[in-house]
């Protein structure tokens, strides 16, 4: 643990020293990067200046110091159970965002972004959220605010998750299931398949639309893929280099879960810049579920971040916005694209990305759960799984490796994805190349 005057008091900007810096956000209608004024629409001024700077360092405000205290420094762990179980010579290191009153490290973001839309006079909130982690956390940080909130849930995990749904409301926050018939993009998408289960870019279209309904008092907050959100994960990673001094390891191997890249981030962008500016050869992996493996299989260009069209193009790796994830209980990790700053560290081989299959990752997350006492979301197993994986292959090559992973939330509200898992109702899902094809080739005429 760190004390409190040990705690980081400005965020780290990656773009500042990345050897290619990302290719800017278009604006849709004229192809042209898009502008601070258009974004003002959707975002906070303060959040947009995040989003476009090159700063490498921002500046941490006092009020968002103070409730970050609540719980961090989170704590870094030696996996010392862990490895036993496994026989391995590595040594396994997590950090544990789990101890956040949210339960995951979405409050790192969160807090920050409603801080800047009540310091801007913002009176409500929209957004969306996948299995309710960031749901949970921005109703959260709308409270410490005074904000109005309304969360567009997707349906699958409305109805997989309902204790989410239930955090959300204790905290104040109108939670609505996506697809949903408020919004035309929800009503349009219904008629189509009244029976459609939703996605991620489909709940941040409803919660878009919702928002530039009234620019006046209302903007949108988005849990990951854009930089300014990815920007304050790295409280994450600044922590751990610390902690990991400590310890007197550096680690071989840092690696997350990987949805739209927050926790992702959080973890391993502090550690990149040793690679970039220490020349130290820390592999950082990203681990994405086979089920939507849009680093691993996805095709780098522009798209929309949202079913409907609502956002700017962003350079990506993507499956296409048109994309439609099985229903694995990871809901977090079921996004069709990648964040513009990780997808151009992947295209310039400085991380890399595996992923990994539904049952592989509940079991690890068992097997973690039995031997570190911790019950892991079904996000973060995927994590855990890979970490697993690499403990083995140190253990196969009989070399000593140093590993770090974020445990990115706890699962206690999760558990129904346990029961499901016990009673040997998971399955795998393998997307087909053709399906693939299908959605990216739609793609042709955005550019």
Known sequence: MLADTELPTRWYNIVADMPTRPLPPLDPATKKPVTKEKMSAIFAEELIDQEMSTERWIEIPDQVQDLYKIWRSTPLVRAYNLEKALDTPAKIYFKNEGVSPAGSHKPNTAIPQAYYNYKQGIKHLTTETGAGQWGSAIALASQYFGLDLKVFMVKVSYNQKPYRKLMMNAWGADVIASPSTLTEAGRNVLAR???????????????????????????????????????????????????????????????????????????GFSFLRGNFTEGRKTRVVAVEPQSCPKLTRGEFQYDFGDVAGFTPLIPMYTLGHNFQPADIHAGGLRYHGAGSIVSQLLKDKLIEAQSVPQLETMAAGVLFSKTEGIIPAPESTHAVAVAIREALKAKEEGTPKTILFNLSGHGLVDLYAYEQYFAGKLNNYEVTDEEIRRTVAQLEKLI
């Open 193 to 267: 398949d009244p029976e459609c289960s939703g996605s991620l870019g489909l709940a941040i279209s409803e919660a878009v639309e919702m928002a530039i309904k009234d620019p006046e008092h209302t903007r949108y907050c988005l849990g990951s893929v854009l930089n300014h959100v990815l920007l304050h994960q790295t409280v994450i990673g600044e922590e751990a280099l610390r902690q990991m001094e400590m310890t007197g390891d550096y680690p071989d191997i840092v690696i997350g879960c990987f949805g739209g890249g927050s926790n992702f981030a959080g973890i």
